[in-house]
């Protein structure tokens, strides 16, 4: 049986924009077996995608660890960096499917575009090679909740780096909002987030059994965004989580495009993009300009919009909404 080994040792939301390449892959090579490099706590989203037959835990390039006989195919879902491709390269794979690193002359795949969408990046490269690969397959089975916030807002706080934080008091507006209508509202994110979500909490008069931030395991949060009645978040993983699951969302896109990593406009009727058209430092350890154009007024109408289901008439609206 021959081995097919993939790289992606980034995050959630970007092992969910590599969901069609990786099924792409399953459908062109079913009798294969295909290992994925990732993260190991992403195994129990990677359980869901059902495309992979084993996983190896890869906390960090560095860290890829490979004592098997070198696979028939390394592909690079991780993107075209000299780190990336010396990892693969140590696996003595017999060929390696990668976008183009001028240190490695011999890798003839396709030129990387910076101004792409995470799936359409991943779909071309496969296609560069001859797979076909569809898109639109992102969905996610929903994973069973073991306490159940069905109908629930959930507002994700947290983001993979401040830049693309919203701040603690914005949120906490939108949460009082919310609370006014009568919603039920948890807070989200991860155990480094907890102390943000409780002081949301705190300003915005949401008990603290409301705060899940830090108490959740991912397929708990998983379960949580599937059930939601609408997902309020930054750019992060939890905004792909709620597209894989068919979720409602209101988006807050910065500093990059939602033409990168925003819902795909094919389900753009399920979701509330905005974006203020203001380029940053997505790494950055302060929000974002851009980010900042977007208010609590813009955020809350979209809301309302969201929760009284008028995108599901609107066919015909931008893609995007900018603000500002």
């Known amino acids: ?53 084993t996983m190896v835990p890869t906390a960090e390039l560095g860290g ?13 879902l991780h993107g075209p960096t000299t780190e990336s491709i010396v990892q693969l390269e140590k696996t003595a794979p017999g060929r390696i499917l990668s976008y183009r690193n001028p240190a490695f002359p011999e890798l003839t795949g396709p030129e990387w575009q910076t101004d792409m969408h995470h799936v359409d990046r991943w779909c071309h490269l496969l296609e560069s090679d001859g797979i076909v690969a569809d898109r639109r397959n992102l969905g996610l089975v929903p994973p069973v909740a073991t306490t159940s916030h069905r109908d629930c807002v959930v507002v994700h706080v947290g983001a993979g780096a401040p830049a693309r934080r919203w701040p603690a008091d914005r949120f906490a507006a939108v949460v009082r909002h ?31 059994s409301r705060v899940l931030a830090g108490d959740q395991n991912l397929i708990e949060l998983a379960a949580t965004i599937a059930e939601a009645g609408l997902v309020i978040s930054g750019d992060t993983g939890v905004a792909h989580l709620a597209t894989a699951f068919g979720t409602r969302t209101v988006l807050l896109f910065g500093p990059t495009p939602p033409r990168w990593g925003g819902p795909p406009p094919h389900l753009l009727n399920r979701h509330a993009v905005l974006w203020a058209g203001q380029l940053g430092d997505p790494y950055a ?22 929760l009284n289901n008028a995108s599901a008439t609107q066919s015909r609206r931008a893609p995007y909404r900018r603000v500002g």
């Open 178 to 208: 919310l609370l006014v209508l009568g919603r039920e509202v948890v807070l989200t994110g991860d155990e480094y987030e907890r102390e943000i979500a409780l002081n949301i909490a705190a300003r915005a008069g949401l008990p603290i």
């Open 1 to 53: 049986m021959a081995v097919v080994l993939v790289l992606q040792a980034r995050g959630l939301g970007d092992l969910l924009t590599a969901v069609p390449a990786l099924r792409a892959l399953r459908r062109a090579r079913p009798h294969d077996h295909i290992a994925l490099a990732a993260p190991h706590r992403l195994k129990p989203i990677v359980d869901l995608i059902a495309s992979v037959d």
């Open 64 to 76: 890829l660890r490979w004592d098997a006989p070198g696979p028939q195919l390394a592909v690079n």
């Open 285 to 306: 350890d302060t929000p974002d300009p851009g980010l900042l154009r977007i208010g609590v007024t813009e955020v809350i109408n979209a809301v309302d919009k969201q």
